[in-house]
């Protein structure tokens, strides 16, 4: 049986990791807020400098996902599964990379006009060569990622996935990562357990 | 993995509408490939596999939309597919959708103006065909990168197999505009001239136009046909715009498709290649088949024919596979004549006819993600 081992959610300006917050930095937009929860981390990366804001973000809700109580040890690189997905595929970079065209157009940006570029960001940080899958809903889907990773776990494709939302268009953004493994843990992965902790910042707690 | 049957099938390309045209064209040796004026998509001429300029440009659909409705159209028509039916699933494979609308928007406008981007949106155009169709369930989008139409095959498969659905309509479809063009550019990634897939001269890509359907099902009436039996996803975790330099990572995903198809290397009869022809590419494949022991497996790469179709190019080419098995008969890799990988392969330089039992189709795409799966009859 799949259990949900570990969550992180980025959104409306805080960082949630496991249920609770854990950092909002005092007065932070857009680009500024990714700079702030960047330094939070306190790891020296010089690439994450270059990632668009999808990715950007994906990888900072990854970095800090993993940090509670992944352990790499326990898997090869082939069995650890990334499998996201958002409604905005990449419009955003789309955008910026159109922009460029009238001039000279550039291919560091047109290489993030792909929405998986996020999880290639993860799977080289990380060092993860499994399963890879990016999926488009106008909404998030739980019970159809739950579903997929299911199937990926039950099959023995993977052996762990970090799966989720990632969506960024403008001044919107929602990260939410679900590390899921399989044995131990309080929550079943199932629909219904993605959801809620999915909703976790329209709670009032 | 449980069988899962192919119900039906269709090409929409340049060089036909239909399965059955397009595979008479490609024995026949006819590329879409050609030489193209139209200063609306690049300031100089460039060749590509594209439609005629006034192709989808009319009605309510965009002209990605059209492709894919045309092209699912003909698949559930030939298979007498009730898209209605609760056990049916609509899976839909692209890159850049429908980007070309950006292209004629103000600067910004797709982030800034709501209509426009939830015009754009990938689950938009999906909501649309399926409402059109009247399919029952929602439809699912996968966008990731080059291995996309693969990967779209493969979550049908892994749906059916998992028992989620009985029947599964999967479809891909991109369309080249300013924005793909200009891209590829930017990498120095795009040929002068038709492409040469693994050739000593290979110079880059040409991109292509077009959309392809595959029908699957384990229902029992669909038993006997050929199947799909595997498949694997996997990363490099190398560079996000370049393969790995030792092609161990696909190596990895063959390796992982031919043991959940049940197959050793010996048994598969033919490759049909991502062969993009850019010198990166087809080396590190090169590499992979090797190390994966199908160095003397009969190979070819269909990207001379109908350039590289993004988001389609897993189902057009693995839908050729499909028809390459139903006649035995391997078509030649266009385009090559001179080995110019470290590790040579059995490039198919003539038509070959063979009896074609289990055959594999593998693609890689930026990001660094590689794809397969394996077909048999």
């Known amino acids: 049986m799949e259990h949900i081992t570990a969550t992180c959610i980025i959104s409306d300006h805080i960082v949630y990791t496991n249920g609770k917050a854990v950092f909002e930095p005092p007065s932070a937009e857009g680009q500024d807020f990714l700079l702030s929860v960047y330094q939070h981390t306190g790891v020296q990366y010089p690439k994450f400098y270059k990632m668009d804001n999808l990715s950007k973000l994906g990888w900072l809700a990854c970095e800090l996902l993993l940090r509670q109580g992944f352990r790499s040890a326990d898997y090869r690189p082939e069995e650890v599964a990334v499998v996201l997905s958002n409604a905005n595929a990449s419009l955003d970079t789309d955008d910026k990379y159109f922009a460029t065209v009238k001039d000279i157009p550039s291919p560091a940006v047109f290489v993030y006009t792909l929405p998986n570029i996020m999880i290639g960001e993860i799977c080289i940080r990380h060092h993860f060569k499994g399963e890879n899958a990016f999926f488009i809903f106008e909404s998030f889907n739980a019970a159809f990622l739950a579903q997929y990773v299911h199937g990926l776990m039950a099959s023995g494709s993977a052996r762990a996935c970090i799966c989720g939302w990632v969506d960024v268009l403008g001044e919107e953004y929602k990260a939410a990562l679900f590390l899921v493994e399989e044995a131990g843990g309080a929550t079943p992965l199932s629909a219904e357990n993605i959801n809620q902790l999915f909703q976790i910042n329209t709670r009032h707690e | 993995m449980k069988d899962i049957f192919v119900v039906s099938d269709n090409i929409v390309s340049p060089l036909g509408a239909t399965t059955a045209e397009n595979f008479s064209r490609l024995k026949a040796g006819i590329s879409a490939v050609r030489r193209h004026e139209r200063p609306a998509m690049a300031d100089e001429p460039f060749y590509a596999a594209l439609f005629d300029p006034e192709t989808g440009t009319s009605g309510p659909y965009t002209k990605f939309e059209q492709l894919l409705l045309v092209s699912i159209s003909d698949a559930i028509g030939n298979g007498h597919i009730d898209p209605r039916d609760p056990r049916t699933i609509l899976i839909l494979s692209t890159t850049k959708g429908n980007i070309s609308l950006l292209e004629t928007a103000p600067a910004g406008s797709a982030t800034a103006d709501p209509w ?222 001179d080995n110019g990988v470290s590790m040579p392969l059995n490039i198919c330089s003539s038509l070959l006819h063979t009896s074609l039992y289990s055959c594999l189709k593998t693609a890689s795409g930026f990001g660094g993600c590689n794809a397969a799966v394996v077909m048999s009859q």
């Open chain 2, 116 to 337: 426009l981007n939830r015009r754009m949106a990938l689950h938009t155009s999906a909501r649309l065909i399926a409402d059109h169709f009247h399919f029952a369930n929602t439809p699912v989008v996968i966008s990731n990168a080059c291995i996309s139409g693969i990967l779209a095959l493969l979550t049908a498969m892994r749906l059916i197999d998992s028992g989620s659905y009985d029947m599964a309509v999967v479809a891909g479809a991109d369309v080249i505009s300013k924005f793909v063009l200009s891209g590829f550019g930017s990498f120095q990634a795009i040929s002068p001239g038709p492409c040469r897939p693994f050739d000593l001269s290979r110079d880059g890509i040409n991109l292509g136009e077009g959309a392809g359907t595959i029908v699957l099902s384990s229902r029992e009436k669909y038993h006997g046909g050929i199947r799909f039996r595997g498949g694997a996803v996997g990363n490099d975790a190398n560079h996000i715009s370049g393969p790995s330099r030792t092609g161990q990572e696909l190596c990895q995903v063959i390796n992982k498709s031919l043991a959940e198809a049940g197959l050793t290397a010996g048994e598969i009869g033919f490759i049909s290649a991502h062969g993009t022809a850019t010198l990166y590419n087809d080396e590190m494949e090169a590499k992979a088949i090797t190390m994966a022991g199908l160095q003397s497996v009969p190979v070819n790469s269909l990207k001379a024919y109908y350039g590289h179709t993004l988001g389609a190019a897993g189902l057009i080419e693995s839908i050729v596979t499909l028809q390459s098995m139903r006649e035995n008969l391997v078509l030649p890799s266009l385009g090559f004549e």
